[in-house]
């Protein structure tokens, strides 16, 4: 998978299907959380808000604003998200390399 490439200091924003099999998974009742950081040096660069738009289709949300993403490092940061389920079972995603580029305009 390509990485996403972003601007720092713009805000951060995508919504996604969870599936399973091609097919919608239904995430009623899941928690979920993501974090960003560092590639190199493992270093928590921050967490990002994750938001159930449509559980029963897994339709998830993303975000950071832009003042948190104005101090997000130039340089390849690492995303994954771990889901955890009603039974309290933990799941993780692969991880997702985020391109964080300097911002022309300012």
Known sequence: MAAIRHKRGDTFEYSGALTKNGLPQDATGWAVT?????????RLVG???CTWLDAVNGILNVSAAAADTATWPVGTL????QYTLPDLRVISTA???IEVLDEVTQ
């Open 78 to 81: 690492l995303l994954d998200f």
């Open 47 to 49: 967490a990002l808000t």
């Open 95 to 97: 991880t997702l390399d």
């Open 34 to 42: 993501a974090q960003l950081r560092t590639k190199t040096v493992p």
